[in-house]
Every structure is written in C-alpha cells, then in structure tokens.
C-alpha cells in the first residue's frame, strides 16, 4: 500500500505563447480545412503538460498585458490533431484601469467574452472590470492545437498572450 501520494494533478507556471509588437494584427480563419499540424500551443510538448500522446492540460488559464493602454479584440481556436480550427471565443479587451506589470506594461482588467466553445458550461471570466487581473479560463479537453488571433487593437501596439495550464 502507498501512501502520501497525491492524485495527479498540475500546477503550472504561466508562459507567454504569444506576443505581438508595433500593433500587427491578424485575421481570425474564415476557411476550415481539416489536417492542422501546428497551433501557438501544442498540448501535447512536455511544456504544455504533455507526456507522449496524452496531456495534463484539461484546463487553461489565460491572462494579457499591453502596452499603452487601449483596447483589442482576440479570438481563440482550438484543433484537435488532423481536424478543422473551431472557434473556442471571441475577447473584447481592456486595459485603461492603471493595473501596472511592470514599466510601461498593463494587465488587462476588463475581457468580454463571446463564447462559441462546445462546453459552454466550462469557459469563463473571472474579476472582469474590477481594477484587478481579468482572467479566462476554458476547457481544453479533445484540443491538441490552441491559437490566438489578435484582430484588432486601438491604442495597444504591444501585446503578450500568458497560458498556464492545470
């Protein structure tokens, strides 16, 4: 019999997957072709909480910062290995409340969500529009893929996307 063993679980550090800078945007998909190989996360690299063809990434956590203060748009996709990019959300984004990272870079207090995810039930904002980190968290189970498609951005040049996985 073992004890003092815990069930497993993961308790990640958050990582920049993506950084925009001098205000470059993309366009989110508009065709969705089955067979993606690649995404800004793959769930399945030892980084992101996988260990050969399984992953401890059940869940994400997601947290912005900007630089100057202003307001964006980013949409969320996810793949699962040779399918189609679905539509997880859309963010409306906001950063004017004066929550500093550190020099000239913003936490983005306040995220609108407009869901599309499948488990509705498990896609959420938290402390949105309180002067204090906005956060979203999603589930992430049958993705391989995540990307981040920054769409719009007023004011904002410099962009960083943070994903810890648990």
Known sequence: MTTNIAEQTVID????VK????????????TFP???????????LPANGGRGGETKAYRLSILMT??????????ITGASEGGPEEQICSLALDNSADITESGDWRIMDTITLASTHLAACSILVAD??????AK??????GYRYINFYVTA???????RIYVRHF
Not at 13 to 16: F, K, V
Not at 20 to 30: E, L, N, R, W
Not at 153 to 159: K, P
């Open 66 to 75: 900007a630089k100057p203060a202003g307001s964006g748009t980013v949409v």
């Open 153 to 159: 951005l007023t004011t904002i040049t410099n962009l």
């Open 13 to 16: 550090s958050y990582n920049i």
């Open 128 to 133: 949105s529009g309180n002067s204090r980190p």
């Open 19 to 30: 950084e925009i800078d001098s205000g470059a945007t993309t366009a989110a998909p508009t």
């Open 136 to 141: 979203l968290g999603f589930d992430a189970i």
């Open 34 to 44: 089955f067979g993606v190989t690649s995404g800004d996360m793959d769930l399945l």
